[in-house]
């Protein structure tokens, strides 16, 4: 069983920084990939950013490419989110996400998902 946890998010003004956490738990060891997606009502799930292939490896979506940075803490089993100079139309639900097979970015089938957490950001 395996279970995915995020914490971090909250309000920010237009500008600021969050830092959001995955915390994985059970079976992790074989995760070939973990990521970050958001969601705003009405919208589909998008991508935001991946890291893979030996957790080396890391993706962006354009639109937080230079704001954004993902890592993750290998001794601790955590992603983290480091989002900088934050706009409002970051404001989302974010979602960590883990897959044992796929690069997250391209394929989500069977990918593990965490129950998502706010994040706001006003003007």
């Known amino acids: 069983q395996v279970q995915l946890e995020e914490s971090g998010g909250g309000s920010v003004q237009a500008g600021g920084s969050l830092r959001l956490s995955c915390a994985a738990s059970g079976r992790t060891f074989d995760f070939y990939s973990m990521g970050w997606f958001r969601q705003v009502p009405g919208k589909e799930r998008e991508f935001v950013a991946a890291?893979?292939?030996?957790?080396?490896?890391?993706r962006y979506a354009d639109s937080v490419k230079g704001r954004f940075t993902i890592s993750r803490d290998n001794a601790q089993d955590t992603v983290y989110l480091q989002m900088n100079s934050l706009k409002p139309e970051d404001t989302a639900v974010y979602y960590c996400a883990a897959s044992r097979f796929f690069a997250i970015q391209n394929q989500t089938r069977n990918a593990y998902w965490g129950r998502g957490i706010q994040v706001t950001v006003s003007s």
């Open positions: 890291i893979f292939g030996g957790f080396v490896n890391t």
